[in-house]
């Protein structure tokens, strides 16, 4: 009897603990809701805070995004502070709260942990009179236009352009013929859904070219090297491409081929042109046949800056093209012959966050504002 | 699951400890998890007739195994006194970061050569007495220390892991050896049956593994049959860093790059295994073998629904449902001896 009350007692209070949690936030955004911001009076530089927050600190792409964010608040003379989601949404939304709390107006770029996050961020951003770009991660519905001023923009690189990017690449390399198996990142995330659709419809101008199995190894290198291991086993002998949604994944995946004794045999093609895979690609007869070229620091002190303009009043949001609120930025294709023109970047951010400043968010190399969002599948 | 007869009162008894019958509380305690492994490897064989049996796949699961398999033993050690151990994840990524930065790697740090496997270790074991040290001193429950040093230890990874690249081994060398077979099985599960074994013979054949029962049973009796408590507690906390950190730098072999996830997805396995082997949570019952089959249950099944062609969308709620499917059949026999359901 004992145990049973006290159970009971328990699932009252976590009941209480969740309907209250549950009341306190739906009174937040009830609150921010309403009505379109209209303009605000701008923000001096010592009045800013620059807040950049990402999915964790341990991903190289976060750690690059971390970078970029530090060397545009030095350049522009205004203090950073990163906000550590340590891949949890929870996690995001209180330690954005809380610096929002703090006083200073935040001009923010957030990489969404998911996409259902931001319109929670979004509200919370417009309630403290701050200014907030989003990348990668929100839901179609909602535009920056139909919330305010306060939500400058959503940006990203086109998920679709990169599938099919490295599925060109993949299907070549293998003249147009032959086995491939396909990794995933986590499954529903929009990111690795579109990059997914891209790499099969690419595939299907290659009729000869057959995609045995694509399965989820959810952004991680371990899950990377296990997933290709097991598929290396069900097809023995058969897997002649291996693509993967990103560059995490791939370092997995050619472990498991080397472990296999494969490396060699396989043609390999993933997103982001992490160093690890920079390296294997200067490798000579590099089985790395094609990459994309987008960086972490670019994402993030394009969208940091974005913000930065739109709260110093040099930018009026609701003047700006729906392109440039709801945007895609340009996404290089790379081989093996071709990708030292672009690691270049990685050698001075300082001198590529000048060409930032100099030349807007929009309009920079290598990475210009190119289409329209939000991203359609091909097909549909 | 409980077996009534090996709990007979005069067991209570530390001294005698609980040698009584070995192979007659294996077998029939066991006959359910070993049916329900049985099942799922009869069920994939038939679906995958050329290649779930196949060396290579027989290969890929052993060496799959191999992580879980080391984690699991120092977690079932930790689960037999009651407690529980969450700091898995966290303590892999530290050892096995401390590891990849003192030996011959991609970003020149240090290296130490052999000496690289025991700051691994090290690392591992000197977490888990530091857990160990406040669980049993301040008294504060194991489970909300080591979901401290879960974190502690994820945060010592990031910091080694910095912001230079990532750190990768060289081709060849010490990277391939998990992979290299022996009697044509990868060493990567011979490491693992050695921990098992040594796992084995410390709770079947020495007083610490004694202890570690006796205090899972009644923490109080065995206190007042002199066992020194918290020093056991302390020494199974130490071992079972230790294990973790092996797994650390095992899978950071593997994997052939520093990565502080290199944990991820562990701490269910393991916790998952001990369970679903047998082990009561609530301390006393169980063993280093039972986690065993657990193991083997979820990777042959992670590994079977791949070769099966499953979806991956689908993949997490199909294993979720033949595990509770498969702890069914394996605890019917005891369902009516089960003490605690909680």
């Avoid at chain 1, 964010?69 to 929870?90: C, W």
């Avoid at chain 1, 198996?181 to 929009?190: K, N, P, Y």
């Amino acid at each position: 009897m004992f145990r049973t009350r006290s159970f009971r007692k328990h699932l009252v209070a976590a009941l209480a603990v969740v309907v209250l949690g549950v009341s306190a936030c739906s009174t937040t955004t009830g609150a921010g809701a309403g009505g379109t911001g209209g303009s605000q009076a701008p923000i001096a530089n010592e009045d800013l805070v620059l807040v950049a927050s990402v999915i964790n600190t341990t991903n190289p792409y976060m750690a690059s995004m971390i970078e970029g964010a530090q060397a545009l608040g030095e350049k522009l003379g205004v203090e950073v502070q990163i906000v550590d989601s340590a891949g949890s949404s929870q996690t995001e939304i209180s330690k954005i709260q809380a610096i929002l709390a703090q006083g200073k107006k935040v001009a923010l770029m957030v990489n969404t942990v998911a996409s259902s996050d931001a319109p929670t961020i979004v509200n919370a951003v417009k309630q403290a009179g701050g200014y907030v770009v989003i990348w990668w991660n929100k839901p179609d519905s909602l535009e920056p236009w139909d919330v305010g001023n306060n939500f400058v923009a959503f940006q990203k690189y086109s998920g679709v352009e990169s599938g099919q990017c490295t599925g060109r690449a993949l299907a070549e390399s293998l003249g147009g013929k032959g086995n491939v198996i396909g990794l995933a990142g986590v499954e529903d995330s929009t990111t690795s859904q579109t990059r997914v659709a891209g790499f099969e419809d690419a595939l299907k101008a290659y009729p000869d070219i057959k995609l045995l199995e694509v399965q989820s190894a959810n952004w991680d290198p371990q899950q990377g090297l296990s997933v290709t291991q097991s598929l290396l086993t069900k097809y023995p002998n058969q897997v002649n491409g291996i693509w993967a949604a990103d560059d995490a994944m791939i370092i997995g995946a050619t472990n498991a081929a080397k472990n296999a004794g494969l490396y060699n045999d396989i043609k390999f093609v993933s997103d982001g042109l992490y160093p690890p895979v920079v390296d294997m690609m200067s490798e000579p007869n590099s089985p790395i046949v094609g990459e994309t070229f987008h960086r972490g620091f670019m994402a993030a002190a394009i969208g940091l800056y974005t913000a930065y303009l739109a709260a110093t009043g040099e930018i009026d949001p609701a003047t700006l093209p729906e392109e440039k609120r709801d945007s895609l930025f340009k996404l290089a294709c790379v081989t093996p012959t071709d990708f030292q023109d672009y690691t270049k970047w990685d050698g001075d951010v300082d001198a590529w966050i000048d060409t930032l400043i100099e030349n807007g968010p929009w309009d920079t190399e290598p990475t210009p504002l190119v289409g329209q969002g939000p991203e359609k599948l091909p097909g549909t | 699951m409980a077996n009534p007869v090996t709990r007979e009162p005069s067991e209570q008894s530390v001294s005698t400890g609980r040698r009584t019958r070995p192979h007659h509380r294996f077998e029939v305690r066991s006959l359910g998890e070993v049916g329900a492994l049985a099942v799922l490897i009869i069920v994939f064989f038939a679906i995958n007739p050329s290649t779930f049996l196949s060396i290579g796949n027989i290969r890929t699961i052993l060496d799959q195994a191999a992580t879980p398999l080391i984690v699991g033993v120092g977690a079932t050690l930790v689960v037999l006194m009651g407690a529980i151990d969450l700091s898995v994840e966290g303590v892999m990524g530290a050892a096995g970061m401390a590891f990849i930065l003192t030996t011959e790697n991609s970003r020149g740090s240090v290296d130490l050569g052999p000496l690289s496997f025991v700051v691994g270790i090290a690392m591992g074991a000197a977490l888990g007495v530091a857990a160990g040290l406040i669980h049993t001193r301040l008294k504060v429950p194991s489970f909300i220390v080591t979901l401290g040093f879960w974190f502690v230890g994820l945060g010592i990874a990031t910091v080694l892991f910095g912001t230079e690249t990532i750190p990768l081994l060289p081709d060849g060398g010490i990277k391939a050896w998990p992979n290299e077979t022996f009697l044509g099985l990868p060493h990567s599960f011979w490491l693992a049956v050695l921990v098992i074994a040594v796992g084995w013979v410390v709770t079947r054949f020495t007083r610490l593994g004694r202890f570690t029962y006796a205090i899972g049973d009644s923490e109080e009796v065995a206190r007042s049959n002199g066992v020194g408590v918290a020093r056991t507690k302390l020494y199974v906390f130490a071992v079972a860093g230790a294990c973790t950190g092996l797994a650390g730098i095992l899978a950071t072999l593997r994997l052939g790059a520093g990565a502080p996830t290199v944990g991820g997805g562990v701490l269910f396995l393991t916790v998952a295994a001990v369970v679903i082997g047998g082990t009561s949570l609530g301390g006393g019952r169980g063993g280093v073998l039972r986690t065993t089959l657990g193991v083997f249950m979820l990777t042959v099944l992670t590994n079977g629904l791949i070769l099966s062609g499953v979806d991956s969308s689908i993949q997490s709620g199909v294993s979720g449902a033949v595990l509770i499917v498969a702890i069914i059949f394996a605890a019917w026999p005891h369902r009516s001896r089960l003490r605690i359901v909680k």
